[in-house]
Structures are given as C-alpha cells and as structure tokens.
C-alpha cells in the first residue's frame, strides 16, 4: 500500500468512526427526548389528578390509582432521561451527570417500592376489606412508605441540582439549567410538607410548585435533546 493509498484510508476509516459516532450521539438523543416527553406527560398527569383529588373531584378508589398510577410512570422514563444525559455529557462534566444518574437511581428505588407496595398490597385489601391485615404499609403521614416518598423526590430534586453543572450558562442549555435549579430550589418545600409535624391539605399546597417545576424540567431537558438532533 503506497503512501497515497494508506493515506485515503486512514481518512475513510476516520470518517467512518465520525459517522458512526454521530449515529450513536442521534440514537440517545431520541431516546432522551422520548423519554422527557413521557416523563413531562405522567408528571402533568399527576399534577392533575392531585389538585382533582384536593377539590373532591375525584374519590377512592380512583384518586389512589390514578395518583399512584401516574407517580409509577414518572420512573423509567426520567431514569432514561438522564442516563441519556449522562452518555452526552463531555467527560469532564460526566461526574456531575454521574451524581445526577446516582441520585435518580435513589429516587426511583424508594417510590418504585411505594407505588407497587400501595396498588398491589394494600388498595386489594382495602376494597376487600382486610386493610387491618396490611394498615402498615398505607402510605400515611409519617409512615414508612410516606417516607420512602418523600426520600424519593428529595433525591430527585438534589439530582436537578447537581446536573445544573453539565449545562453551559449560556444559549439554550441555560435555560435548561434555570429550569433544573427551580426544581431543585422546591425540593425544601417538598422536604416541609412530609416532615412537618402535623400534615393537611393546607401544608400541601406549599409542594405545589413542584408540579410546575418538575415537569418544566423534563421537558426542557426533552427540548435539549431534540435540539441536538438538528445540530
């Protein structure tokens, strides 16, 4: 192989190695794009069902599985979300997007173990009629499960906060950025309404901004995905 020959070959194989990167980069965009766009849509969906629930609109059993429900499918699709940010981070912004990652996975373990104990354990037996045999496991102020929830979107919202650093301070990731410190900065009020002493309607008001906030995360982080793609 003259000097000429190996030459074209090294820029074919170069362009072919690109190519194939760019590939890849494309194939976890959408998947975090989709991902975002469910996330956004159950956490909307619970948003919802919330304030229904709140105004009497909804009623047992219907409020606790649509609640419960909706929560549920929050869970896989924001773990995607942000495990395809942490493949498009640059390497020396990943242990940022790592932490992220790591206290997502926090996140999903505590309200997967709720949400599956309230719709497959205790809703059976409360419309059966044995809820003493299982009261335990309810999530009610102040339980075990009440706290594994509130453990969940805790580490949620430190996980907004700690990706804040993979994003550029200007352009549109500022934006996404702005929008993962306002989810971040809630998660206090989050933190008051499960652990203040005595719980009500009235103190649950105070997480509300939540549904705004986490949501408006989600999809701005969709947003930056999809705005990848184009580029």
Excluded at 133 to 138: A, C, E, F, P, R
Aim: charged residues 10%.
């Amino acid at each position: 192989m003259n000097e000429g020959n190996l030459t074209e070959f090294i820029t074919g194989s170069l362009i072919i190695i690109k190519n194939m990167e760019n590939e890849q980069s494309n194939r976890i965009n959408r998947i975090g794009f989709w991902a975002g766009i469910f996330a956004f849509s159950f956490a909307i969906a619970f948003t919802v069902v919330q304030v229904l629930q709140v105004l009497g609109v909804i009623h047992f059993p219907a409020d606790e599985i649509l609640i419960y429900g909706t929560s549920l499918g929050i869970v896989i699709p924001f773990i995607f979300e942000m495990l395809a940010l942490h493949y498009i981070t640059p390497q020396d912004r990943k242990i940022w997007s790592h932490a992220a990652l790591i206290f997502t996975s926090i996140y999903a373990v505590f309200v997967t173990a709720n949400y599956v104990v309230q719709l497959a354990t205790v809703l059976p037996h409360k419309l059966n009629g044995t809820y003493s045999q299982v009261s335990i496991l309810d999530q009610t102020p102040h339980s075990m499960f009440w706290d594994f929830d509130a453990i969940g979107y805790i580490c949620m919202g430190i996980a907004t906060i700690v990706a804040m650093p993979v994003f550029a301070k200007t352009g549109f990731q500022k934006w996404v950025r702005l929008s993962f410190l306002a989810n971040g900065l809630v998660t206090p009020l989050i933190t008051i309404v499960y652990f203040y002493p005595t719980f009500s309607n009235k103190l649950l008001i105070l997480g509300f901004p939540w549904g705004v906030t986490a949501p408006l995360s989600m999809l701005m982080l969709a947003i930056y995905f999809r705005r990848n793609l184009r580029e």
